[in-house]
Structure formats: structure tokens, C-alpha cells
């Protein structure tokens, strides 16, 4: 009976030193994992501060030309907006007031997005037009009914194509994920609007012939 006694005891004893090393065993995996622990404390706070810097490094660099693409979207809503509204008063055809309307939609959210990406990238971005849209701007404001209708679309829809090349060349290329969203929204937006413009039945084979000549060779 002493010794069925002695055996049981040792049997205890043995039992309770696995179950300790277990228990350090299992901490010890925890932390090395990386996973936070169950108070968070320090490894929490590297786990994110980790996880921001992964964030920050899948942005990835800015190029003059994703620089330069910012203000040209910019600027496109700049004198865009203005024009689509006009469309609403001085247009005679309803195909130009809904072409209009299509610009105020598309370069609303998308001023929106590109104010937002600039600032997040802190690449600055112009308040104005160029003096070369505000003089469109200009023509518009002095035009009505069919001739409104024919300008605002030979005005547009070269606009347009023009930006469609650098579209291609910014979203091929750039090594932002910011910048290449916005070249993917951006891309969108202007094939809604060359299509609403082309739907009026008024581009000419001169604004293609414009925009052709504009293409890289």
C-alpha cells in the first residue's frame, strides 16, 4: 500500500510539471506567432503600426505624369461643370440638355475624388481653368440654340478624346493604386460622355481628326 502510494504521488507530481511547461509553452507560441495577446499591450501596437506600414508602402511612388493627370482632372471639371450647365438654358436640342447633364453628374463625383487623392497625396492641384478652357467657357456663354448645341459638342468631345490618351498612358503605367483609381474612375466617366456626345448625332469628322492628330506615334 506504501508503495501503490509512492507511485501515485509521483505520478501527481509529474502530471503537474508537464501541465506548467505546457502553459510556458503556449505563451512562448503566442508571442512568437505575432498574434496580439489576450491584454493587447505592445504586440497589438506593432501588429498595427505593421499593418499601416503595409498600407502605406502598396500606395507606391508618384511620377510627374501622375502629378501632371491630377490637375488635368482638375481642370476638366473646372470648365466642365460650367458648361454642362449651360446646356440646361442655352441648348436647343434635348439630346445636348441630357449630354450636359452626364457632364454635371460624371465631373461632380469625380472633382470630388480628385480633391480627395491630391490631398492624400499632397500633390496640389489648381482652383482655376486654363486660360484655354476659360476662353470655352467664354465661347459658350456667348452662343445659343443649334449653334450652342454644334460648339458645345465640337468642344467637348475633342476635350474628351484628348483626355481619353492620357488616360491610357497614365493608367498603364502608374505605380500609385490612388492614381490608378482615378484613372480607372476617370476612364469611365469619359467613355460615359463620348458616348452621350457622339448620341447627338453632331461630331464631326474634323474634332476626330483633331483628336487623331493628338495620338503618340
Keep these: 500500500m506504501i508503495a501503490v502510494g509512492v507511485a501515485m504521488a509521483a505520478v501527481v ?3 503537474g510539471i508537464w501541465v506548467s511547461q505546457a502553459s510556458d509553452g503556449g505563451s512562448q507560441s503566442v508571442a512568437d506567432s505575432g498574434m496580439p495577446s489576450a491584454h493587447g499591450g505592445a504586440m497589438g501596437g506593432a501588429g498595427a503600426a505593421a499593418a499601416s506600414g503595409a498600407e502605406a508602402a502598396n500606395s507606391g511612388p508618384i511620377s510627374e505624369l501622375d502629378k501632371t493627370f491630377l490637375v488635368k482632372v482638375r481642370q476638366a471639371g473646372l470648365w466642365e461643370i460650367p458648361a454642362g450647365r449651360m446646356a440646361q438654358s442655352q441648348a436647343s436640342s434635348e ?3 441630357r449630354a450636359g447633364t452626364h457632364l454635371l453628374d460624371g465631373h461632380s463625383k469625380l472633382d470630388q475624388l480628385v480633391r480627395e487623392d491630391a490631398k492624400a497625396l499632397s500633390s496640389p492641384i489648381p482652383d482655376e481653368a ?3 478652357q476659360k476662353q470655352w467657357v467664354e465661347q459658350l456663354k456667348s452662343a445659343d440654340g443649334e449653334k450652342f448645341d454644334q460648339l458645345f459638342v465640337d468642344l467637348l468631345r475633342a476635350s474628351h ?3 481619353f490618351i492620357t488616360i491610357g ?5 502608374t505605380k500609385n493604386h490612388l492614381i490608378r483609381r482615378l484613372a480607372q474612375v476617370t476612364n469611365d466617366t469619359v467613355m460615359d460622355h463620348m458616348t452621350v456626345l457622339e448620341d447627338t448625332g453632331l461630331v464631326t469628322d474634323a474634332v476626330l481628326d483633331d483628336v487623331g ?3 503618340p506615334k
Design 13 to 15: 507530481a509529474g502530471a
Design 95 to 97: 439630346a445636348i440638355k
Design 130 to 132: 486654363s486660360a484655354e
Design 161 to 163: 478624346g484628348k483626355i
Design 169 to 173: 498612358e497614365v493608367r498603364a503605367a
Design 213 to 215: 492628330a493628338s495620338v
